[in-house]
């Protein structure tokens, strides 16, 4: 667990790292090989980068549509991003607990953000998540049937 929330974290500075440079997100990958070789993004860092680039525009019609009042260009760019790696597990990560990626988003929020980053992640995520529920078929055990898709986008 220890290991996913530092590959998080490594998202997170790529991401906002992607956007403080006007960059792709190769480059930003790219940057951070040449400022530190001895010191490989986790895989984890690398799934959840390409699936963020990959999904950005889906992820982000989701934040647009849960963050009332907000338009997603006027958003923190970390909030912004940690809103993008949670979405991603939430909709991508099977593997991953819904709960699981509400409450490490909250946690980047504690470190990265404003004082009210967490409020505001929170809110925004945990009504996704209530919209993903009618989509989102979990058996008694918990577990979710893997032919079934989390959510259809």
Known sequence: MIERRKARQAALELLYQREIFECSLADAVSRQAHAA??????????????????????????????AKNWAIDRLPL????????????????PSIPVSVSINEAIEL????GSAESGKFI??????????????????SSGKRRPSEPRYLL
């Open 37 to 66: 070789p001895d010191k490989p993004l986790p895989e984890f860092s690398l799934r959840l980068l390409q699936g963020i680039d990959v999904n950005q525009r889906a992820i982000d019609k989701l934040i647009d549509k849960h």
């Open 109 to 112: 929020a504690k470190v990265f």
């Open 122 to 139: 929170n809110g925004v995520l945990g009504q996704v998540a209530v919209s993903l529920g009618d989509r989102d078929k979990v058996p």
């Open 78 to 93: 970390i909030d912004r991003n940690i809103l993008r790696i949670a979405l991603y597990e939430m909709l991508f990560e």
